[in-house]
């Protein structure tokens, strides 16, 4: 399996409902979303979002102008030219990922998360947002795509599809899960989330 696909969304902001504001009269921030590569997936209508041990971070400093705690989740979206990030209910239709921790620079990310989301103004870095897929055992999600996207277990039109079997903490390898024979490593942080293919 291969995880997402390392991508740049840049985005000059306008003041609408569904894009970052801009901070300060007349400046312009720039936010951008880039997923890591290594690993991804997700899930479908399970509103309860799996707890992992160790899966979030702190909260290392930086300012960006969308206001979200770690542990919320967030739907991230758009196109490379103009990236959209709103909050969403964990585990709902809606959500694609959660914040798992939050710093100064998007290289400050812990290095097995699945993308982060960070502003700059004037062409300097101002925060980013630390982000994994929110996954949820039971769900599916549609890992083929520019972002996941949740999708019914009965979707037959993904382009890249995978039900979360299990996750597994403490673990660094595919070879851990006990009923899949595949997954998405999170080797930093130990854990593993075990899927199979729609």
Not at 49 to 77: H, M, N, P, R, S
Not at 90 to 118: H, L
């Amino acid at each position: 399996m291969t995880g997402l696909v390392r991508r740049v969304c840049t985005a000059v902001v306008a003041l609408s409902a569904t894009a970052v504001l801009v901070a300060g009269c007349g400046s312009d921030t720039t936010p951008t979303a880039v997923p890591e590569s290594g690993a991804s997936a997700a899930t479908t209508s399970s509103e309860s979002t799996t707890v992992i041990d160790g899966q979030e971070g702190e909260d290392a400093g930086g300012d960006v102008d969308f206001e979200v705690a770690i542990g919320e989740c967030v739907k991230l979206g758009g196109t490379v030219t103009d990236a959209e990030i709103d909050k969403a209910v964990c585990g709902s239709a809606d959500s694609n990922y959660k914040v798992i921790a939050k710093a100064a620079k998007n290289s400050q990310c812990i290095s097995d998360a699945d993308s982060y989301y960070y502003e700059t103004l004037g062409g300097v870095e101002q925060g980013a947002i630390c982000l994994d897929v929110d996954w949820v055992v039971g769900g599916c999600m549609d890992v083929g795509g520019e972002d996941p996207a949740r999708i019914d277990c009965g979707d037959t039109t993904a382009v890249d599809g995978v039900k979360v079997t299990e996750i597994v903490q403490g673990a660094t390898s595919v070879d851990s899960c006990s009923t899949s024979s595949n997954g998405y490593e999170y080797s930093e942080r130990k854990f593993v989330v075990c899927v199979d293919e729609l």
